[in-house]
């Protein structure tokens, strides 16, 4: 088993994909961070104390997540779909041929990954975040535990999002398909998903299933909540939210190694 996580391991950081993603999100998620701290400033003040300056640093440190899942997730789903595109898979059969082995190895090295991602992200949410807060005059709340606690939640949520995309990597191994459907399901349809579920208790009971809204349950902030604020369904609890998480990675898992992963390979 260790030497599986090691093979994934060395896998990983042996290509470019994780570094420029990585980088990727460092200025993505920075950008974004800056520039919701410098409009909350602008709010704060605009506001006559209706704004708290409370309100503020949990929306910018929650930015890693909000905006940031899809590079984790897109990071999981390459690492499995890479082997089937370039045919590693074969030699990584023969070497390890107990398949469940090779997946639990993946498993790992998927979290591994996302844990990067995430103190990747967080050092640029929590770092250009804090000090555009700093300049605009809002309290950074870097010495509150409950910001901590965010932060450790956010991190977690990505290392889960890596999973989810091993998972879907190995229940659909062709790239493009995983690649398009990734981006198209988590840049546009469920952002529109959970606008329309808010309007009607029913849907907005089931729309907090959906799994950008368990991450924003899971780490306890985020900037879709404000799209949906007249909603009338209370959001999951935290380590709800978590376990739906975990579901959607368990499911692609199972569903991924009952299937494609059984398959003869060429």
Known sequence: ?????????????????????????????????GGIAALGGVLVDE???????????????????????VFP???????????????????????????????????????????????????????????VLGIVGVDTALDASETWALIARALLAMALWA?????????????????VSVLAFTQFLEPLLRVAASFWEWTA?????????????????????LASAGGVSDALEWWQGGLVLAGYAVLFLVAGALTTWRRDVT
């Open 205 to 225: 009971a089931v729309g907090r299933f959906l799994p950008g809204a368990a991450t924003d349950a899971l780490v306890g902030s985020s900037i879709y909540s």
């Open 73 to 131: 997730l897109l990071f999981g789903a390459l690492a499995s779909t890479t082997e089937f595109r370039h045919q590693t898979l074969t030699p990584t059969f023969l070497a390890t041929p107990r398949r469940g082995t090779v997946l639990v190895g993946k498993v790992g090295a998927g979290l591994v990954g996302g844990v990067v991602f995430g103190l990747v992200g967080l050092a640029a949410t929590v770092g250009v975040g804090a000090l």
């Open 1 to 33: 088993m260790l030497r599986s996580l090691r093979s994934e391991l060395l896998k990983f950081t042996t290509t470019r994909a994780w570094w420029v993603l990585a980088l990727i999100l460092f200025v993505w998620v920075g950008f974004t961070a």
């Open 163 to 179: 999973v989810i995309g091993v998972g879907l990597g190995v229940l659909m191994p062709n790239q493009v398909a995983v690649i």
């Open 47 to 69: 506001s006559q104390g209706m704004i708290g300056q409370d309100a503020i640093p949990p929306l910018v440190y929650s930015v890693v997540t909000a905006t940031g899942y």
